[in-house]
């Protein structure tokens, strides 16, 4: 048999065209689709695919990555390009064996295996885990305690998307920190750098007596899906997801790059919205999710609703198809544009929306937002103390750990207590502390004192309520102050001196303007910064809050000294309780006052 001059030979325009118009009927008549066909064609993001279709043989172009030439990318576009962080798993064999340190090129790609090499701030590396809903076993913790044991500094932080972070570990022992993570079930791929974070949920789902649905399954296959997805990876910059069940506890999810928020769609609440029997959804009286898009409150802005109304097999396919088609057009020439919000504000909503359709083999549906129930109301400290759960006669137990950070030996004893009184569940939360889960009636006493004598706390304090700390200047460059240690000294001298106050408040501490600990969404927060004489100090602002509360909070005072901070603090806390309304909470009291009128009172 002779072969076809044909076959070698190069594709016409018009058999180009054919081939493209046959994977775009292909691609829509899928189950589920998260690329252009023109990608899937060519195998090329569709911006590149089109463009290089499009250009004469004969004319040289630069070479682009997503459309962008070389010569405009930002430093770490650069490196990605040089070298995918996947792909270098022998340069880590090679440091681990030589005990070598990496260069800020590696240091970077390096994160895509969540390892972290610290310095200035430590002369170590950092290991950040995948988690996906904040949801451990007691197995897995009895393994990180005894990693951080056996190579890095004995301590184990709960960080403020529900994971876990283990510190100091030395360049010979990267390798073992990776396979020993990888033998517990868990992962640490994509963790850091320009990726998807751990996805975060509602840390009560599957037993909070309000919820709508247990968003767990879908963080978890979405988190699946971006694992063995190779291109989900190299994103702009990082991307932050949250599912919230809509029950009594809040994800922060209007915080993320995507919120997903699931609500209920009734007869009485479209006939409320007057929605017309054509526009109602497929089914009544079932749930959904809502879709928020944008959050990113270290700039000052929250999640906005979209109007979208999604069914709950529609998650995965719809947020690998929002982040393809951010990994597209992102900005990656500027750092400090290259989030979501800015592809939002340079295009609007609809546009990206439309460019999310055409990657699915569905269409998108659209609700007012009135058209669903009202969420249930938060209960602010929800996720602090012992509460009942939607199972007769069980009960989770809300464990305060300070600034997030435990002892090996607290999270063998935390894996005890869960195993022994529990069902050897535990989750993390966003606002770096823990719940254990499924303990009986009879046995939460037994619990609350075991949580107490190791040092750890159930119940929110009324003059500190919760305080968040970022990792501060002894473990991040990036950070002014050493914010986890200024927390931990602040909360001590408000349990021991007050004031008493009506309401517990949320203190948030951050260490620069990436704003890991969202002090922008505290009752009182702070930014980290360098005062002239050298000292460490804070800017303080003043009534934020997230979900029923969202408000990004305001400047009240700069350059406030670190050692004066319990002062300045409590002099808040006491004008607070001594001039609010009855039942007045401390935001609604700050939101009443000017920033001017704030400060007069604090004079």
């Known amino acids: 048999m002779t072969d076809s001059p044909l076959a070698s030979a190069p594709f016409t325009a018009a058999q180009k065209e054919y081939l493209q118009g046959f994977f775009a009927g292909a691609m829509l008549s899928a189950p589920f689709v998260g690329h252009t066909a023109a990608g899937l064609l060519t195998g090329a993001p569709a911006s590149a695919a089109s463009g290089n279709l499009a250009a004469p043989a004969n004319e040289p172009t630069e070479e682009t990555v997503y459309g962008t030439p070389l010569s405009e990318l930002s430093k770490p576009e650069r490196w990605k390009h040089e070298q995918n962080g996947l792909d270098v798993w022998d340069k880590l064999v090679a440091h681990a064996a030589t005990g070598r340190f990496p260069d800020d090129a590696d240091n970077f790609r390096f994160r895509y295996y969540g390892l972290f090499y610290v310095a200035p701030a430590q002369d170590s590396f950092m290991a950040r885990l995948r988690i996906p809903a904040g949801d451990v076993t007691s197995h897995q913790l009895r393994g990180l305690a005894d990693l951080a044991t056996d190579l890095g500094n004995g301590f184990i932080d709960i960080t403020t998307r529900a994971n876990f972070q283990l510190r100091e570990f030395k360049p010979k022992h990267l390798v073992d920190v990776l396979t020993r993570i990888q033998d517990l079930g868990l992962s640490s791929r994509g963790s850091g750098a320009d990726n998807i974070r751990n996805l975060t949920a509602t840390p009560t789902s599957g037993f909070d007596r309000n919820e709508l649905i247990d968003v767990r399954p879908f963080a978890k296959a979405l988190s699946h899906y971006i694992l063995n997805h190779r291109d989900l990876f190299g994103l702009p910059r990082k991307f932050n997801i949250a599912f919230d069940s809509g029950g009594s506890i809040s994800a922060a999810a209007d915080t993320n790059d995507i919120g997903f928020f699931a609500v209920r769609v009734s007869a009485r609440s479209l006939v409320a919205a007057s929605v017309a029997p054509d526009a109602r959804p497929p089914s009544i009286d079932t749930i959904y999710f809502r879709v928020e898009l944008g959050g990113i409150s270290g700039h000052g802005d929250f999640a906005r609703d979209t109007g979208l109304l999604l069914a709950p097999d529609e998650l995965v396919p719809v947020a690998a198809a929002m982040v393809r088609v951010f990994r597209d057009h992102g900005d990656r020439t500027d750092r400090k544009k290259a989030r979501l919000k800015y592809l939002l504000e ?258």
Not at 347 to 355: A, I, Q, S
Not at 408 to 434: D, F, M, P
Not at 520 to 534: M, N, P, Q
Not at 584 to 589: C, D, I, L, N
């Open 346 to 603: 340079k295009w609007g909503v609809e546009k990206f929306l439309e460019e999310t359709a055409r990657r699915l083999a569905f269409p998108l549906r659209r609700l007012p937002r009135e058209a669903c129930e009202p969420r249930h109301p938060v209960l602010k400290h929800g996720h602090l103390g012992t509460f009942r759960q939607a199972q007769p006669g069980l009960n989770y137990v809300g464990v305060g750990v300070p600034v997030g950070r435990l002892s090996a030996r607290q999270l063998r004893r935390i894996a005890e207590l869960a195993e022994h009184y529990g069902k050897g569940e535990v989750r993390l939360t966003v606002w770096q502390n823990l719940l254990i889960p499924h303990v009986p009636e009879t046995y939460v006493a037994t619990v609350e004192r075991a949580i107490r004598s190791m040092g750890l706390f159930t119940e929110a304090s009324t003059s500190a309520g919760c305080v968040i700390a970022c990792t501060g200047r002894k473990g991040c460059k990036y950070a002014a102050a050493d914010t986890k240690g200024h927390a931990v000294s602040l909360a001590q001298h408000l349990t021991k001196h007050g004031p008493t106050t009506d309401f517990p408040v949320n203190i948030h501490l951050t260490g620069c303007s990436n704003s890991c600990a969202q002090h922008y969404c505290g009752d009182i927060g702070g930014v980290s910064t360098k005062l002239a004489d050298g000292r460490e100090g804070y800017h303080l602002v003043i009534g934020g809050g997230l979900g029923d509360e969202q408000g990004i909070a305001r400047l009240l005072f700069s350059g406030v000294a670190a050692e004066d901070l319990p002062a300045h603090v409590s002099k808040i806390l006491s004008t607070y309780q001594a001039k609010h309304a009855p039942g007045e909470t401390f935001v609604q009291w700050a939101r009443r006052h000017s920033v001017k009128e704030l400060q007069e009172l604090l004079s």
